[in-house]
Nanobody, 116 residues
Framework: QLQLVESGGGLVQPGGSLRLSCAASGFTFSSYAMSWYRQAPGKERELVARITSAGGSTNYADSLKGRFTISRDNARNTVYLQMNSLKPEDTAVYYC?????????WGQGTQVTVSS
């Protein structure tokens, strides 16, 4: 059974850090590009960061460069999102995505709330 399970979300103060994890199972993880998206209340889902299947290339939303880092461990079938210097506007549900050709899978999301 295919699964993408996000974890690591929670409540953090402005300026703090969180590391999200997405554990994958049920498909050949190392063959898929992985991404993190987020959706804030009342807003459309937006791309946060993407990493290629082997991890050799990454790209980020322009507004997040320098604060967020995506990485993956193909031996553990896991993708990570390190988030630093968090701001209230980073509050959203963060989703893990796996994509390869026409195959496109989503996790259930993990809530990140940045508030004092």
């Amino acid at each position: 059974q295919l699964q993408l399970v996000e974890s690591g979300g929670g409540l953090v103060q402005p300026g703090g850090s969180l590391r999200l994890s997405c554990a994958a199972s049920g498909f050949t993880f190392s063959s898929y590009a992985m991404s993190w998206y987020r959706q804030a209340p009342g807003k459309e889902r937006e791309l946060v960061a993407r990493i290629t299947s082997a991890g050799g290339s990454t790209n980020y939303a322009d507004s997040l460069k320098g604060r967020f880092t995506i990485s993956r461990d193909n031996a553990r079938n896991t993708v990570y999102l390190q988030m630093n210097s968090l701001k209230p506007e980073d509050t959203a549900v963060y989703y893990c995505n796996a994509r390869r050709y026409t195959y496109n899978y989503w996790g259930q999301g993990t809530q990140v709330t940045v508030s004092s």
